[in-house]
Nanobody, 123 residues
Framework: QVQLVESGGGSVQAGGSLRLSCAASGRTFSRYVMGWFRQAPGKERECVAAVNWSDGRTYYADSVKGRFTISRDNAKNTVSLQMNSLKAEDTAVYYC????????????????WGQGTQVTVSS
C-alpha cells in the first residue's frame, strides 16, 4: 500500500517562502513520477510541479515557473516543493501524488494521493 504524507504547509505573507515535503512509503519509487497539485476553493485541481524519480526530469506550471522548485531525496524517499515569492493566488490545499508514468500531469493520471496540506498567503 502506497502512503504519501505531506507536511510543511502554513500561513505566510506575500513574498515569503514555504517548503512542503512529501514522505513516500510502500513502494520502490524509482520508477514513479511524483507531483505536487493544488486546489483552491471553487477551482479545479492543478499540477504545479512534477519530477520523474528515476532521471530527475521536471515539469512546472507556467504560474509557478521561477518561483517553485521540486526536488527529490532518493535516500529518504521524500519529495519537496520549495515555494518562494509566494502570492495570494498561491493559496490552496497542496497535495502530493504519485503516478507510474510521465504523462500530461492531469489529476486523473495519478494513482496515489496524500491528504493535503493548507497553504495560505496573505497580501
Amino acid at each position: 500500500q502506497v502512503q504519501l504524507v505531506e507536511s510543511g504547509g502554513g500561513s505566510v505573507q506575500a513574498g515569503g517562502s514555504l517548503r512542503l515535503s512529501c514522505a513516500a512509503s510502500g513502494r520502490t519509487f524509482s520508477r514513479y513520477v511524483m507531483g505536487w497539485f493544488r486546489q483552491a476553493p471553487g477551482k479545479e485541481r492543478e499540477c504545479v510541479a512534477a519530477v520523474n524519480w528515476s532521471d530527475g526530469r521536471t515539469y512546472y506550471a507556467d504560474s509557478v515557473k521561477g518561483r517553485f522548485t521540486i526536488s527529490r531525496d532518493n535516500a529518504k524517499n521524500t519529495v519537496s516543493l520549495q515555494m518562494n515569492s509566494l502570492k495570494a493566488e498561491d493559496t490552496a490545499v497542496y497535495y502530493c501524488a504519485a503516478d507510474t508514468a510521465w504523462g500530461n500531469h492531469l489529476p486523473y493520471e495519478y494513482d496515489y494521493w496524500g491528504q493535503g496540506t493548507q497553504v495560505t498567503v496573505s497580501s
